[in-house]
């Protein structure tokens, strides 16, 4: 469920059926990340890591798993009332579930950062400047920073809030999980403005790129509208949630609410996360439908789905798509 401001975890009962929900919506999520992570590691011999950091698609996909994972055993645990005075483990769990899936979206950003330069139509021009793409050990860099520093300062204050519940300091378990929760809003507002800048751009570029040598083939079509689907889930994802958990922050301090309140704010949290991820799965899914190889005499394009990690590859090449 969301981090909510209160000690008592059990829900009433007319919202257990929630609960169930929840976890069914999460479970059907987290097979399906996992059954697609393993289609792309083993027949499609896709690589999970390469040089140094995860490969998007990939990547995402076991971010997604480890989400979604933690999300049912800590839902499992409030609907029936499992370990109920572990309340470090539960608040670790709780906490490290949304932790996964900022790092799910993360990896993504990064392959976006990686895509863009080795499209033909980034390339600067006379008429035309180029856009501010950060170097690769750059992007490398900033990605581990953010994991290494959001996931320590996660785990350190989920532990503090459980601890600061179990001997039942309200005011220390309210600070630590407002701060908690304003660190994952910041983060999604950041992510927010990375999809919303270079997630389009990269949509654009590539739209440019279909329209001027294979407009009307229907596999890059139809990687056009998979990129599209992603980028568009996501930017769902880190909207609602940055603007649930910044409020939930503010709530948590000024508002002493009942149980209901945030139980009914989970279940919309939650289906929200499940329904967008599962909307950016399909649309993976939907690119393995077509041919993966494709001439490169056909088409000058570098997809998000064939980036490798490499210093080699900085150099601007074209490609062939691999969906």
């Not at 059907?28 to 040089?51: G, P, Q, T, V």
Request: proline share 3%.
């Amino acid at each position: 469920m969301s981090p909510n401001s209160h000690f008592n975890f059990t829900p009433s009962l007319p919202l257990l059926p929630l609960y169930y929900i929840m976890i069914i919506f999460c479970a059907i999520e987290s097979l399906s990340a996992f059954s697609l992570l393993l289609y792309k590691r083993f027949h499609d011999n896709s690589l999970l890591w390469s040089d140094r950091i995860f490969e998007p698609i990939t990547g995402f996909l076991l971010w997604v798993v480890l989400h979604s994972s933690f999300r049912i055993c800590y839902l499992i645990f409030v609907a029936f009332n499992l370990m109920p005075n572990a309340f470090i483990l539960r608040s670790i769990i709780n906490f490290s579930g949304w932790a996964f899936v900022q790092f799910a979206i993360a990896t993504y950003i990064a392959g976006i950062f990686k895509a863009i330069p080795k499209l033909t139509f980034h390339r600067q021009t006379a008429c035309k400047q180029a856009k501010f793409i950060p170097a690769y050990q750059s992007v490398l860099f900033i990605y581990w920073i953010f994991i290494i520093t959001v996931g320590s300062l996660i785990f350190v204050l989920s532990c503090l809030r459980g601890y600061f519940q179990s001997i039942n300091e309200r005011n220390s378990f309210v600070i630590s999980q407002g701060i908690l929760l304003i660190i994952l809003s910041i983060s999604n507002i950041v992510f927010n403005l990375c999809l919303f800048k270079y997630g389009r751009l990269l949509v654009a570029l590539t739209q440019e790129s279909v329209k001027l040598t294979n407009g009307r083939n229907e596999p890059y079509n139809a990687y056009l509208k998979k990129l599209k689907t992603i980028n568009f889930a996501l930017m769902v994802i880190v909207s609602w949630s940055s603007i649930s958990f910044l409020s939930w922050a503010i709530c948590s301090i000024k508002v002493k609410a009942n149980f209901d309140l945030p139980t009914i704010l989970s279940f919309i949290t939650n289906n929200c996360y499940v329904i967008m991820i599962m909307a950016a799965i399909i649309g993976i899914i939907r690119g393995q439908l077509y041919p993966k190889d494709i001439n490169d005499a056909d088409m000058s394009l570098s997809t998000i789905s064939n980036v490798r990690w490499s210093q080699s590859s900085i150099v601007q090449t074209n490609s062939t798509i691999e969906t």
